[in-house]
């Protein structure tokens, strides 16, 4: 407990400390060095992130917080850093970090220090300041917090596709890829590939097609979840459109660079998202838990816009962390998978009931068949002889009653025959087939 704590604490530190203490610059012509910075009109912090306006800034640190040793430059877009003092020498880079972190201690007195940054993605500076040993306990307990949240989505997605191979719910599998290329996502929104040495363009182009993904796989694993396709046949098409838009933004930032077209296909991929789960809500095809987890992922999407297109402009409203935001997708992962699973059990115990019905049905169809085909071998014999003995239609009459096992009375009675008559037709009948009595008529036609 007393590790979460430090981490409030230290956020409380960070954000109390703040931006009264820093200056930024924003050179636009990209024409400044440590040699002619100090000659720059600054602005105070007002705040971190400028969202669209990036390219090149300086940051001027007038004074530090008591006890700090280190500052770092928390945004995972800001790869190229540089620090110096005010003597114009280089502070010293601290490798195996997450972000470019700097160590100052020996340097303290030769403020102001210059941080300057080329930012080609969001105009995001997050300057934080720490001791040397609060900075490693707080990376020990994120690192530890990592491995919690991503054991747990591995575990859940382990599940997931657990349930689809022996289920072929398609539900599973798109449920098990979406919670992969939201893993992939936050573990770049961490900056986990800089803690291993990956960066350049080709990281945040992988990003960003991750970012693709979860609007593909998020939009379609809702229309199938909620079962939209035959009441919003429609809708497949405009999750298609906005998957396609989004794409096309993609392919455009990969070309241009331009990060006007990576905050596009951001929209892009929540608009696609959005459409897909407030129909569902709306639809109410679904009670109880099924709609509790449509109403819980669609205030995911809500802290994903904030969280993800917003800092793309530079706005905040709700200030999320990324442990809010991991929290939130946690009860996402557990309420969706565990509806999932409940309504997959719905399904295997009424397709249990079903096909107990059919084999009854097909039981009875077999006896039914049965006494068919016998029938069908009879009425195709009595053809025979009709053809063969060249009977007449009174006799063909006789044959038939006598055939279906009727008794002398009843042919009488169907025929509006008396009894004498109904017995020189039958002895008639039989000279004519050339037997005696019913015993051999029997015979004749079994």
Aim: hydrophobic share 45%.
């Amino acid at each position: 407990m007393r590790y979460w704590w430090l981490l409030v604490l230290s956020i409380f530190f960070i954000n109390g400390f703040g931006q009264n203490s820093l200056e930024y610059f924003h050179d636009t012509s990209g024409s400044y060095s440590i040699a002619n910075i100090m000659d720059a009109s600054f602005e105070p912090v007002d705040q971190y992130n400028k969202g669209l306006k990036n390219g090149s800034y300086w940051i001027k640190v007038n004074s530090l917080p008591d006890e700090a040793e280190i500052f770092r430059i928390r945004s995972h877009h800001a790869k190229e850093v540089w620090a110096y003092d005010v003597k114009g020498s280089s502070l010293n880079t601290l490798d195996n970090r997450r972000f470019p972190t700097f160590n100052f201690t020996e340097k303290k007195e030769n403020l102001p220090f210059y941080i300057n940054l080329h930012l080609k993605q969001e105009g995001n500076f997050p300057v934080e300041f720490y001791s040397k040993h609060k900075i490693e306990r707080l990376e020990q307990n994120n690192i530890f917090g990592f491995g919690l949240f991503y054991g747990i989505v591995l575990f859940i997605i382990l599940i997931n596709l657990f349930l689809f191979y022996f289920s072929k719910e398609k539900s599973f599998w798109f449920y098990s890829f979406l919670l992969f290329t939201i893993a992939v996502t936050l573990g770049i929104r961490d900056n986990i590939p800089f803690l291993f040495g990956l960066e350049g363009d080709w990281v945040v182009k992988v990003e960003l097609f991750f970012h693709v993904l979860i609007g593909v796989s998020g939009g379609f694993f809702a229309y199938n979840f909620v079962r939209l396709k035959n009441r919003y046949p429609k809708l497949k098409f405009t999750i298609g459109t906005c998957c396609g838009i989004s794409i096309l933004f993609f392919v455009t930032y990969c070309i241009t660079l331009d990060f006007i077209f990576y905050a596009l296909t951001d929209v892009a991929v929540i608009l696609a998202l959005a459409t897909t789960w407030f129909t569902s809500l709306l639809a109410g095809s679904r009670r109880g838990l099924a709609n509790f987890a449509s109403l819980i992922y669609i205030l995911n999407i809500i802290m994903a816009l904030d969280f993800f297109i917003l800092y793309d402009f530079g706005i905040s409203i709700l200030s999320l962390t990324p442990f809010v935001m991991k929290m939130g997708i946690v009860a996402d992962m557990l309420i969706i998978s565990f509806t999932i699973f409940n309504y997959w059990r719905y399904l295997d115990g009424r397709n249990s009931t079903l096909m107990q019905e059919l084999t009854l049905r097909n039981q009875e169809l077999e006896t039914l068949s049965q006494y068919k085909r016998v029938e069908d071998i009879n009425d195709s014999y009595l053809e025979s002889l009709i053809d063969n003995y060249d009977l007449t239609n009174f006799e063909v009459k006789i044959l038939h009653a006598l055939s279906s096992g009727n008794s002398e009375d009843k042919i009488a009675r169907k025929l509006k025959l008396s009894i004498p008559q109904v017995r020189q037709a039958i002895t008639d009948l039989y000279k004519k087939l050339g037997i005696s009595d019913g015993s051999d008529l029997s015979t004749l036609i079994s």
